[in-house]
């Protein structure tokens, strides 16, 4: 389903599927380059893009209302940990943080940023395959640092092969079955989390994900509903 065109260095995957939308490209175009000289993260964060990671967008007009766009992230991150653990051995441990980051070991190898323009979602994945940058205010790796062995177009090419069987998933059983995938790659129940919220620290136990695909947190007795935020574990 998908029409990927590869550039060797680019601003932004995500900025180039906007401009390729404007020329009239529509779903499944695939956006990959072997570097990015603006690559950008969540909350506006540089996102580190030297050659050697993959770096890649994709356009989707799904026949899903925009309102329910945003559960593509977890669709999105749970092909890229499924990804992760193909290329990983067995021992390691990729595990999904809430919303869409993917960790091995509690290090971060991969992010995801997903941008929504009239009907069209944009979803934009960065994936550590042979570099783990440093110096980014978290602990990072890689597949290679990891002890797995991969090339990044054979990363991509499982990804897109994973994206593809989990969003079929998605619009014929609906967000049900991605949030109960999710949750089966992510903390246990219970697990104590800490969660910045726009300055605000809150600590309590995992309860779970909302139908909509809210944290839910229990704090003596008191649950609370986390839409935006960082987690960390406490
Ligand atoms: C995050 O902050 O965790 C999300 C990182 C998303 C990075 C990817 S790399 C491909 C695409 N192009 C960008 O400029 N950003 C996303």
Known sequence: MFDVRHYETIDSTNDEIRRLMA???GHGTVVHADEQTAGRGRLSRVWVSRPGNLYMSILLQPDVPVARRSELS?????AVADTVRALLPKQARAMLKWPNDVLVDGAKIAGILLEQIGDATIIGIGLDVLHAPSDVGYKTTSIAASGGIATVDGARDILLARLEQHLQSWQQDGFAVIREAWLDRSYPIGARLRISVQGATFEGDFAGLDPDGALL?????ERRRIVAGDVGAA
């Open 217 to 221: 947190l229990d704090d003596h007795g």
């Open 74 to 78: 977890f669709v999105a991150a749970i």
């Open 23 to 25: 020329a009239g490209a």
